[in-house]
């Protein structure tokens, strides 16, 4: 479902069908486990490009109670990223 500013959401699975990726997706909003962070560029807030999960991916070695967001100005398409932990 895409708002003014977002994108449509988009929600993964792992290719090794181990487990679905609870907080792991494309566009949305954010699901900030800490304040509301949302970078503004170009005079509006950027949209949620991808948010990923620690547990989900626990490969890349982040904290389990990590998330990563990832935003992008629809604008200038600078790109800004952001790690919370719980
Ligand atoms: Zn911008």
């Known amino acids: ?3 003014a500013e977002g994108l449509p959401e988009v929600k993964l699975l792992r290719a090794d069908d181990r487990e679905a990726c609870a907080g792991t ?5 954010p699901q900030f486990i800490q304040v509301d962070n949302t970078p503004d560029c ?8 991808a948010q990923l999960d620690g ?14 967001y990832v935003f992008v100005c629809r604008q200038c398409f600078d ?3 952001e790690l919370q932990c719980m």
């Open 55 to 68: 547990l989900d991916y626990p490969e890349a070695e982040l904290p389990d109670s990590a998330l990563v």
């Open 42 to 49: 170009c005079g509006r807030p950027m949209a949620l490009l």
């Open 25 to 29: 997706r494309f566009g949305g909003r």
């Open 1 to 3: 479902m895409a708002d």
């Open 79 to 81: 790109v800004s990223a």
